[in-house]
């Protein structure tokens, strides 16, 4: 079995370049997703339904840069807060912020 790498060391040990591309791609995915999401609603709505229609999810679409706008917010505040408790070693912390995930022995 491999023995699981916790995030200290691996913060610590791995290569920057390594560190970038591991934790840089899942947020760029995610911002194509939100990016594409919008743009399959208004070509399924202007193809099926009627240019009305299309106006109203175009409006809709600062309201879903709003929201990604908060979350994104909330991450990088609790990734700041993350990164010093991991740094003091602080497993109470730690474990407040990253509370739906389970260690298993």
Known sequence: MTQKTDTRTKLLTESPFQLLLSLSIPAIIGMVVVGLYNFMDRVFVGQLINEVAMGAVSISYPFTL??????????????????RAVGKKNQDIIN??????????
């Open 66 to 83: 709003i929201n990604t706008g908060v979350s994104t917010l909330i991450g990088v505040g609790s990734a700041s807060v993350l990164s």
């Open 96 to 105: 407040k912020i990253m509370g739906n995930i389970r260690e298993r022995a």
